[in-house]
């Protein structure tokens, strides 16, 4: 799977980031933090997360 493509799971996107789980939890549901959340769980692409974290991306732009 390419890594713009790779779907994360929370923990998957916390372990990414070095911080808790609870913490990607919370910045998802404020929409800080580019996700969707699918039935009760969220799923994070990699490549948004990179971005977000380097400043490219803001939450809710495409």
């Given at each position: 799977m390419q890594e713009d493509?790779?779907?994360?799971?929370?923990?998957e996107?916390?372990?990414l980031l070095r911080v808790s789980t609870k913490t990607v939890l919370n910045?998802?549901?404020?929409g800080a933090l580019?996700?969707?959340?699918?039935g009760r769980a969220?799923?994070?692409l990699k490549s948004d997360l990179l971005d977000y974290v380097s400043g490219r991306r803001k939450a809710?732009?495409?």
């Open positions: 493509t790779e779907v994360l799971t929370a923990e996107a916390a372990k910045l998802a549901r404020d580019p996700g969707e959340k699918i969220w799923r994070f809710g732009v495409s």
